[in-house]
């Protein structure tokens, strides 16, 4: 069975990503099966669209609040993830965006309300069990998560931290093949 590489989108976000897209690129030259789910904003769902496809042989690569569910899966799972510039504390951001939303990459409305911040608040980790099992990715640039937190949730963990940059992890394509790596993809 080939290794099966999910990357997970953030908030507002859509399997259509450029990080998706070009790491999706990058794959093609790989024996992998690379799945990139367009999920749900309601966090549960979305929990459990990406829990369908794991398979023994899974690996993790998530932005943002993908970062967050990616590092919620690892844990649960033991499974290796990549997280960039993670959202560690999404429902505190969240919270601020309460009522009517719009995701012009899924072209889809939605109202988000204090459920879905509970839901995020429930599948919060307070320390990582198996911090090994990640590897950070930060640019302190990060115009919309306070890089800080991440830097210190993810401290047991391999980190690359790279000064500037901004929450779209600017010069993506440099850290692929440590991506790789990290992920052990043959």
């Given at each position: 069975?080939?290794?099966?590489?999910?990357?997970?989108?953030?908030?507002?976000?859509?399997?259509?990503?450029?990080?998706?897209?070009?790491?999706?690129?990058?794959?093609?030259?790989?024996?992998?099966?690379?799945?990139?789910?367009?999920?749900?904003?309601?966090?549960?769902?979305?929990?459990?669209?990406?829990?369908?496809?794991?398979?023994?042989?899974?690996?993790?690569?998530?932005?943002?609040?993908?970062?967050?569910?990616?590092?919620?899966?690892s844990q649960k799972?033991?499974?290796?993830?990549?997280?960039?510039?993670?959202?560690?504390?999404?429902?505190?951001?969240?919270?601020?965006?309460?009522?009517?939303?719009?995701?012009?990459?899924?072209?889809?409305?939605?109202?988000?309300?204090?459920?879905?911040?509970?839901?995020?608040?429930?599948?919060?980790?307070?320390?990582l069990e198996r911090?090994?099992?990640?590897?950070?990715?930060?640019?302190?640039?990060?115009?919309?998560?306070?890089?800080?937190?991440?830097?210190?949730?993810?401290?047991?963990?391999?980190?690359?931290?790279?000064?500037?940059?901004?929450?779209?992890?600017?010069?993506?394509?440099?850290?692929?093949?440590?991506?790789?790596?990290?992920?052990?993809?043959?």
């Open positions: 069975m080939a290794q099966r590489v999910i990357y997970i989108h953030g908030f507002n976000s859509s399997e259509h990503s450029f990080k998706a897209v070009r790491f999706g690129e990058y794959m093609a030259h790989y024996d992998v099966d690379y799945c990139v789910p367009r999920l749900s904003h309601e966090p549960f769902h979305a929990i459990i669209q990406i829990e369908q496809l794991l398979t023994p042989n899974t690996v993790l690569l998530g932005s943002s609040l993908g970062g967050f569910y990616a590092t919620y899966l799972y033991q499974l290796p993830a990549v997280v960039i510039n993670p959202a560690v504390k999404p429902y505190l951001l969240l919270s601020s965006l309460l009522g009517p939303n719009y995701n012009p990459y899924q072209d889809s409305h939605y109202e988000l309300n204090n459920s879905h911040i509970n839901a995020l608040k429930s599948l919060s980790i307070p320390s911090p090994s099992l990640l590897y950070l990715l930060q640019q302190t640039g990060d115009e919309v998560l306070d890089y800080q937190q991440a830097v210190k949730y993810y401290s047991q963990c391999k980190q690359q931290i790279e000064f500037g940059g901004d929450h779209s992890f600017v010069g993506f394509d440099d850290s692929i093949a440590s991506i790789v790596d990290f992920l052990k993809i043959t």
